[in-house]
């Protein structure tokens, strides 16, 4: 088994997002799974790559745009 890591620089650049936003996301307990090693923080890329899936989203309708416009009305409405 190989264990690929990704450091926080380098998984920066991959999302091409701050290394701050990786380090507010850990301390909001938010992003992937990470590990602390030591000092220093490291991403399996196993890790990443299922986090990349779960963040997908599929493009087209929502689920309530199928509602004809009285379904959606009355589902809007506040009870």
């Known amino acids: 088994m190989s264990l690929t890591l990704l450091h926080q620089i380098e ?5 091409r997002i ?7 996301w850990r301390w ?5 799974a990470y590990l602390k090693l030591g000092g220093s923080v490291a991403y ?10 779960a963040q997908r989203h599929e493009a ?17 409405m506040p009870r």
């Open 11 to 15: 998984l920066a650049r991959r999302w």
């Open 18 to 24: 701050s290394p701050r936003t990786l380090e507010r």
């Open 28 to 32: 909001q307990n938010q992003g992937p």
């Open 44 to 53: 399996r890329l196993d890790d990443v790559l299922a986090y990349e899936a």
């Open 60 to 76: 087209g309708a929502r689920a309530d745009q199928a509602l004809s416009p009285d379904a959606r009305f009355a589902r809007e």
